[in-house]
Nanobody, 124 residues
Framework: QVQLVESGGGTVQAGGSLRLSCAASGRTFSSYAMGWFRQAPGKEPFLVAISWSGGITYYPDSVKGRFTISRDNAKKTVYLQMNSLKPEDTAVYYC??????????????????WGQGTQVTVSS
């Protein structure tokens, strides 16, 4: 069983930055696809980044150029660096792990393990 623990959320002004961390306890972390989702009040979860083993990443257009996902396999930790934050980025952010990384997994049902979520609030 894999456990994910997130940290780094908080409140910032528009244009500011935050760095989220997600530490994993699994034995095969290096082979997992790691995703970051966010969920704003009243909305469906929205994928903001994916990192596959081997260094390949994916971002939707709404965050590309502002958000960067990275991972340290030795530390079993994945990060989300968020720059130039906007009020519409306000949400609870979750990290998630997928055991089989062979496809572009963009919906929550495709992930096997989840963190507890961390609140990010961007004021205008």
């Amino acid at each position: 069983q894999v456990q994910l623990v997130e940290s780094g959320g908080g409140t910032v002004q528009a244009g500011g930055s935050l760095r989220l961390s997600c530490a994993a306890s699994g034995r095969t972390f290096s082979s997992y696809a790691m995703g970051w989702f966010r969920q704003a009040p009243g909305k469906e979860p929205f994928l903001v980044a994916i990192s596959w083993s081997g260094g390949i990443t994916y971002y939707p257009d709404s965050v590309k150029g502002r958000f960067t996902i990275s991972r340290d396999n030795a530390k079993k930790t994945v990060y989300l660096q968020m720059n130039s934050l906007k009020p519409e980025d306000t949400a609870v952010y979750y990290c998630a792990a997928r055991r089989s990384p062979v496809t572009l997994a963009t919906i929550p049902e495709e992930y096997d393990y989840w963190g507890q979520g961390t609140q990010v609030t961007v004021s205008s």
